[in-house]
């Protein structure tokens, strides 16, 4: 018998429609609620409340500093170059 | 985004740059503009840097290594990958191991007001956060890859004092229930109910806003809950984000500040921005969440809508 895999697009369709049937995922152990729940339980909304927040990660370790006159100072006084991550769109807010 | 999930995640990028280099993260859309001290250092390096060769009017983004004085060291796009900074973040520590020298920045005068953007004397800074929880096999493109869906949206909500006081009802009688005043309502609705999931979002229109009804319901002193819903399309509904809204505000009336404001959105968003393309397929769920800022650095990064300071500080107009 012939086999036939699925493309990503077709998987991802699939799996689309199996959250719509089961009402969407997960997160941080409560369902995610669709347009029609109209309001949540106190314990079902912490849940997904901090859920929405992000975990602890890695480029938050670095030090970095966002006032670029204060930085240039820094980096005289302690004998180091700049690293400058320059984004359209704050690279530590909405980028 | 990708970058901090794909470059600022190396443990040898992270060493390097907490140990020899000192880090700065800025938005290109302000330095560029910025007729002052600041912005005069970053073309400085930016005319020596990667796109040197470009139109002023095109895009600088990327990371860039460069002495106090405005010497560059290195620069790349931010889309190389983590091995190709980490190789641009080592060549250009060897250029510095050769020659260190600089001299400090002079006190800086006047900042370029038109670009300053400082959080409100006495008021209410909020953060947010967005997330699209779909498994990554849902998102969409190659669930072998990094998805862009997978990130958390940041952004920061700026209220005035008088604006934050316009909350508070006039009597603390349970179950009264207010509407938000229009200035709060409709910052909230244009400027923070986006996805900014990918990154920077198209913000909505008054005209886009199709349905709006958010209330403020006053259950105990102190305490009040918000409840609502809102509809936001374009005209020919090719984005658009269906929300319901429920939050809790804890109002300290012997301080006379607000020591709680948490808020989640949740609902089907579609479509996209001119900047945030590959989105997940069809409509998926969107949930975006509001807290207190802390105190930390990053806290006081302006909101991403703020940028026309008129248009967001006049969101109802």
Redesign the interface.
Known sequence: MRQRSLS??L???A??TL?GAAG????NGAP????E????PADR?SK??A????PA???T??????D??A????????????????????????? | ?T???LV????EI?RL??T??????????Y?RRQKD??GE??WK?WRQGYRKDQPETS???????????GRH?GSIH?GRGAAAALEM?RG??AL?KQN?A????AD?ASADREYLREPPAGGLVLNT???I???R???????ARYNPNEA?????MWLTREEWRSLLPPAWDRGARLSLPPAVAYRLLRYHLTD?VR???DMWARSEIREAKLELVVEDLGLLQL?G?ARMATEDNARGY???L?GYLTYDLAASRFTRA?V?S???AWGAGR?TRRQ???R??L???F?LSGSA??D?????GIRQAGAYMNAAQ
């Open positions: 990503p697009a998987l991802a369709a799996l689309l959250l969407a995922a997960d997160l995610v609620p669709s347009f729940t109209a309001s949540l909304w997904l409340h859920g929405v927040f992000p990660e890695k480029w370790e670095i030090p970095w500093e966002t670029l006159i930085a240039r100072k820094r980096a005289a006084r302690e004998g180091k170059p700049l690293f400058l991550w320059i984004m359209d769109g704050h690279p530590l807010g909405c980028t | 985004m970058g901090r999930a600022f995640s190396q443990p992270i740059l907490s020899e280099f000192v880090p700065y993260a800025g938005d290109m859309w330095l001290a600041v250092y970053m390096v895009s600088r983004q990327g990371y860039y290594t460069a002495t106090a004085d060291l931010n973040i250009a520590l510095w260190n600089q001299e400090a920045p800086a956060y967005s997330r929880p779909l498994p096999e849902a998102l969409g493109g190659d669930p958390v949206g940041r952004d920061h900014n990154g920077e979002p409840e819903t269906d929300a319901r429920q948490d989640l949740w609902g089907e900047f997940p397929p069809g998926f769920p949930l975006i969440a807290t650095a990053g006081r990064i302006p909101p991403q």
